[in-house]
């Protein structure tokens, strides 16, 4: 089954014009639960409690708070809040274009593949003049009542508009506390260099998967042919404290794989 355009817009620069229809890079595959009640095992729902009286309080009474760092709650309404959303538009703005690379990956939040709505011509001369200057440009517009900005590039022929975080999520790496202890001797860097080089492979995402959600998958299959189920836990092995023997145990084992 084909995906579905999830929105449209219109990439704007200078004088041109290129209408677009915007597609998820990626989807939710997480495994989703239901919760029953252990008695009777019908649904049950989540609901909003007042901790004083233990009434069920309905969403239309309730209203939003924002908790300060004193304490305070400062009271907002809906129609507040509303004012404050960006104005609706189709337009995608370029801000301007970068040298490859300029964006780092801290900054990439959520991809999204661009197809053609309506124009193949203009769609096509969007790719060719990406193709040509090599550059990544910077773009902001508006979807679903949230301002965005974001980084339009190709991958493999395809352009693609990927949500950047805003500066405010990106912790600066001078935040962090510099590590300590003694330094690697010439062995342990000699063994270490060697482990990369024997671990060095191209990146073949089909080789990766989400085992807790295969796992959970093959158990719910069993369950409903009505197989017995025997699980058997995974169990990690604890860290070597011994960083030589720790490398030289992984060189045997890699040695011994290849």
């Known amino acids: 089954m084909p995906p579905r355009a999830m929105w449209k817009g219109v990439i ?7 209408p677009v229809k915007l597609y998820s890079a990626v989807q939710d595959r997480s495994v989703h639960f239901r919760l029953l009640h252990d ?4 649904p049950v729902k989540q609901a909003m409690i007042n901790p004083d009286t233990d ?4 969403y239309r009474e309730t209203q939003r708070a924002y908790p300060t760092d004193d304490g305070t709650l400062v009271l907002l ?14 337009d995608i ?11 780092d990956h801290r900054w990439y939040d959520r991809p ?12 096509c001369a969007l790719i060719e003049a990406l193709d040509h200057t090599g550059k990544e440009g910077l ?36 935040a962090l506390e510099p590590p300590g202890g003694k330094a690697l001797d010439s062995k342990e860097l000699d ?36 197989d017995s189920v025997n699980i058997t836990p995974i169990r990690r092995r604890k860290p070597s404290d011994d960083l030589s023997k720790a490398l030289e145990a992984s060189l045997k084992k890699e040695r011994k794989r290849a």
């Open 139 to 174: 773009a902001r517009w508006v979807m679903r009542k949230k301002a965005y900005i974001g980084a339009l590039r190709l991958y493999r022929g395809v352009p693609m508009l990927i949500s950047l975080r805003d500066n405010e999520q990106v912790i600066a790496m001078d």
């Open 93 to 103: 703005e370029m801000i301007r274009f970068l040298p490859p690379k300029a964006i």
């Open 55 to 58: 009434e069920v309080v309905p």
């Open 191 to 226: 063994m270490a260099r060697q482990l990369i080089d024997m671990l060095e492979a191209p990146f073949e995402p089909d080789s990766y998967r989400d085992e807790y959600r295969a796992r959970v998958l093959e158990l719910i299959e069993a369950k409903q042919r009505g």
């Open 112 to 123: 999204y593949y661009l197809g053609p709505d309506g124009s193949d011509e203009d769609y």
């Open 39 to 42: 008695k009777d095992r019908s």
């Open 12 to 18: 704007r620069f200078d004088d041109a014009d290129v």
């Open 77 to 90: 309404s809906r129609e507040e809040l509303e004012a404050l959303e960006p104005e609706p538009s189709r």
